[in-house]
Nanobody, 126 residues
Framework: QVQLVESGGGLVQAGGSLRLSCAASGRTLSSYVMGWFRQAPGKEREFVAAIGGSGGTIRYTDSVNGRFTISRDNAKNTVYLQMNTLKPEDTAVYYC???????????????????WGQGTQVTVSS
């Protein structure tokens, strides 16, 4: 059973940066789609970024495109989300997820992912 553990969240001022990490165990992730989602209080979980297996597709939601970068280190079985120029509206719990499907394409809905981390809080103050 794959386990995902996020880290790197915290409190940052608007305009600052954070790097989230998602370390996996129980499965080698290099061929699987990995995604980052976020959920703000009172809102549904929303897609942030995803990366396909084996150096495949990368996709971002429009609101973070140009500010966030998703990457993966297959040797460390870890996926990262570098977040720059953070805004108060980026405040949320951030979750990483892995699909059970080997694919170079990506999925932008929660239904595309089978395993989730516990989440890490990101708070951006104005």
């Amino acid at each position: 059973q794959v386990q995902l553990v996020e880290s790197g969240g915290g409190l940052v001022q608007a305009g600052g940066s954070l790097r989230l990490s998602c370390a996996a165990s129980g499965r080698t992730l290099s061929s699987y789609v990995m995604g980052w989602f976020r959920q703000a209080p009172g809102k549904e979980r929303e897609f942030v970024a995803a990366i396909g297996g084996s150096g495949g597709t990368i996709r971002y939601t429009d609101s973070v495109n140009g500010r966030f970068t998703i990457s993966r280190d297959n040797a460390k079985n870890t996926v990262y989300l570098q977040m720059n120029t953070l805004k108060p509206e980026d405040t949320a719990v951030y979750y990483c997820a892995v699909s059970s499907i080997v694919s170079r394409a990506v999925f932008t809905t929660t239904s595309g992912y089978s395993n989730w981390g516990q989440g890490t809080q990101v708070t951006v103050s104005s």
